[in-house]
């Protein structure tokens, strides 16, 4: 009985939260977007933007330019005047508006190609340093990146790593100079996949601000002859819909308040087979007639286009020329057709442009980007989306004064009343509980232990994930049966196979070949531990190698602490984790403890010490406290180590009693005296 008054309890809270959480997100701005693309073959007027109809402009393209002088991946511009006009304008006819320049990230050949391989490191800082001053020069608000189509889950997992980077950097960016925190979006597929890659969902839900879900292009002339449904919100027969692809984001856990819904302000023409077969699905010869073929007779064809596709104002154009009136709209897909003679072209009117916003507004996305403002003829599908809007919102921004005063009022009670409501709903489980175990004190313990000890072993896994142990069918099944296409090169103890795990992580597997000489004892240690209290290959190692580990060893841990973006807290420095290569240089490895810091976090705590007992630092032992000054420590019992060559884990001293510190404490004491009492004497 009890334990079901306590079920409904929660579950009432829950619904509360929920309705906080949806107030909330109203009042979260909802989002008018669209982008303005400039270039050579389309130079469209800056004066036709009415900015009063959008939240946000995106201006298009930024260039990713290699410079193999300076070896820098940086942002560029080439249209320095226009860029300028364009910032000016539109904020001159809205000042709240928002501009986003967005970085054209299409070009997968050179200098993307770098900014996604994985050990180009510099590249990416400067990229990204670059993309803020741009931004900040030319007064934009934020960033875009744009058609990006990584092609192999590495280059997904580097574009993660990109995003969070870049999140870093503008978050420190708008610190150290006190401005508002520029903006970070990108245009996406309209699923989160290309193929079967998935884009880095975690990496763009905690870096992006919002993402432009491209919801179009679903079919085109070139490579389908019948009439369709090129952006269609719905088709119950297909994948290729609109509302699939959000569902999929979705689905895929990136949150709706993040999507911000594309919509097209184009269309695609087709020839028809017959002019009496102007359906959807109808057949069709491929796109429709072609303006450089036509040359001077195209005066004489309707819709005219030299790609198939075709702007909305052009469409209307030559609705209103060739007095083609009777364009249907269709509310199974929602879209929009129209023919003139064999011309037909599939597109989004005014209802259909109606129709998506609304449902963006209902499943709880986060606005809607045209594609491209440019497109539009006189502002009327811009005014449409815009009056979507407001209709849905029941006026607010009409009414200002009275119904968002109303609302905001609405708001506060709920602010108020939820804590409120959550505390008295707290006394009463608390009540509850106390009854519960009063009356079966026994049987309470037992229900209490079982969901307890499955939290702490829980957290046990999170923290010791030091060694994860697999399967040789693992192995086997993530390089393909060790395939010759995986081989990425040859070591003493074999080869070396790319492969990757089911949970699509990237790994190189070391087998060792049953011809090597060498055995279990190479392929698991060729680290410094290997060489240092070895009395025979510690000769390997003389001064001057020792001092060079050292030296790089230290390189290492500046990267860590001060040069890579993030701070990282390795936790588990130690000899075995330093691997030499065959000449000597030291490279830190196993980061399976380490931890991420932003610039400014000086330390953190943790209930489970993890780490090797010997490296790790007192403070840490006793009250879990880490920070930067934890891999000191443990690079300080590292150093001992390479100048003893002694273990730290074993006793030392005449009587065997000390571990490696207290014996190098007690033998500098020792030293110390002795030549204090030499001066004496
Ligand atoms: C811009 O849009 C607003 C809002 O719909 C409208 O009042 C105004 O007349 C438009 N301006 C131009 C130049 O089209
Ligand atoms: C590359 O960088 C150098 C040094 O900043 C500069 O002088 C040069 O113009 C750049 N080259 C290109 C192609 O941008
Ligand atoms: C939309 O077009 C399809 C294909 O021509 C047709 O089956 C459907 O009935 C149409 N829907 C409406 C509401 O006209
Ligand atoms: C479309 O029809 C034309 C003419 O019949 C034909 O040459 C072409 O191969 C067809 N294209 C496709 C994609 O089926
Ligand atoms: C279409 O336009 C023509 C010419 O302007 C007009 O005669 C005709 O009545 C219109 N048809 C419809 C259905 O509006
Ligand atoms: C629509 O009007 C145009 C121009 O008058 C004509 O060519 C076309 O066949 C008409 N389409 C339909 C579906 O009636």
């Known amino acids: 009985m009890a334990f079901k008054s306590i079920a409904i309890l929660l579950f009432f809270h829950s619904i509360l939260l929920s309705q906080l959480h949806k107030s909330i997100a109203a009042d979260q701005t909802w989002i008018k977007a669209g982008y303005w693309q400039n270039d050579i073959t389309n130079s469209p007027n800056i004066q036709s933007i009415n900015s009063t109809l959008y939240t946000h402009l995106i201006y298009g393209f930024a260039d990713i330019t290699f410079n193999s002088s300076t070896d820098q991946i940086i942002v560029t511009i080439s ?75 590495q280059q997904m997992l580097n574009l993660a790593t990109l995003l969070d980077d870049w999140r870093v950097a503008i978050d420190s960016e708008s610190k150290s100079t006190k401005k508002t925190r520029l903006f970070l979006t990108m245009a996406g597929q309209y699923t989160p996949w290309i193929q079967d890659l998935a884009f ?105 286009s030299t790609d198939g596709t075709l702007k909305f104002n052009i469409i209307k154009r030559d609705m209103i020329k060739y007095r083609a009136n009777n364009s249907s709209y269709n509310s199974t897909y929602v879209m929009n057709y129209v023919s003139v003679g064999t011309s037909w072209v599939g597109f989004d009117d005014v209802e259909a442009v109606k129709t998506k916003v ?3 507004k209902e499943i709880n996305l986060r606005g809607y980007v045209a594609w491209q403002v440019s497109y539009d003829w006189n502002s009327v ?60 004190v026994k049987v309470l313990k037992f229900q209490e232990r079982i969901p307890r000890n499955k939290i702490e072993s829980k957290n046990e896994d999170e923290e010791t994930r030091t060694l994860h142990i697999f399967t040789y069918d693992e192995m086997n099944e993530a390089t393909n049966n060790f395939s010759i296409d995986n081989e990425l090169g040859r070591g003493g103890y074999g080869p070396v196979y790319k492969g990757m795990l089911k949970n699509g992580k990237e790994i190189a597997v070391k ?10 004892e190479e392929f698991e240690n060729e680290s410094l531990d290997h060489y240092i209290y070895n009395q025979v290959r510690g000769l390997l190692l003389n001064w001057e190698k020792r001092v060079q580990i050292i030296e790089g060893i230290i390189q290492g841990m500046l990267y860590l602490q001060e040069y890579s973006r993030l701070t990282i807290i390795h936790r588990d420095l130690k000899a075995s984790n330093i691997l030499l290569d065959i000449h000597m240089k030291p490279k830190i490895s196993d980061f399976g403890m380490a931890r991420i810091f932003k610039k400014d976090g000086v330390e953190a705590k943790t209930k489970r010490v993890a780490g090797t007992p010997g490296y790790i630092p007192p403070e840490y032992m006793k009250e879990g406290i880490y920070s930067t000054k934890s891999d000191v420590f443990s690079f300080g019992v590292l150093l001992h180590q390479i100048i003893s060559g002694k273990k730290n884990t074993c006793l030392h001293g005449p009587d065997e009693n000390l571990n490696l510190l207290e014996y190098a404490f007690e033998m500098w004491r020792d030293g110390f005296q002795d030549g204090e009492s030499s001066h004496e004497v």
């Open 381 to 440: 599908l811009s005014q449409a989306a815009a009056g979507e809007v407001e209709d849905i919102q029941g006026g607010v921004n009409i009414d200002q004064s009275g119904t968002l005063h109303k609302k905001k009022k609405l708001n506060r009670l709920i602010l108020i009343l939820i804590p409120v409501g959550s505390l008295l709903m707290l006394l009463l489980l608390v009540f509850a509980l106390w009854c519960l175990r009063r009356r079966k």
């Open 79 to 153: 249209d320095d005047e226009t860029i300028k006009n364009f910032n000016s304008f539109v904020k001159r006819k809205n000042p709240s508006i928002k501009t986003i320049l967005s970085i054209d990230a299409k070009d997968q050949s050179s200098s993307m190609y770098l900014l996604m391989s994985s050990t180009y490191f510099s590249g990416r800082k400067y990229f990204i340093e670059s993309s803020i001053k741009i931004a900040r020069l030319y007064g934009f608000d934020g960033l875009d990146f744009c058609w990006i189509w990584p092609s192999s889950s």
């Open 200 to 304: 880095p969902i975690e990496s763009m839900t905690k870096n992006l601000d919002w993402v432009h879900v491209m919801a179009f292009d679903y079919y085109d002339p070139e490579s389908t002859n019948n009439t369709s449904p090129v952006a269609a919100l719905y088709d119950s027969t297909s994948d290729l819909n609109t509302d699939y692809g959000i569902n999929a984001w979705i689905k895929s856990g990136f949150p709706s308040q993040k999507i911000v819904l594309g919509l097209p302000f184009y269309g695609y023409v087709w020839t028809l087979v017959s002019s009496k077969d102007n359906k959807i699905g109808a057949a069709g010869t491929g796109p429709g007639p072609k303006e450089y073929s036509y040359n001077t007779e195209a005066e004489n064809e309707p819709f005219t």
């Open 358 to 360: 609304s449902y963006a």
């Open 511 to 520: 087998r060792l070949s049953e011809t090597s000489s060498q055995g279990l």
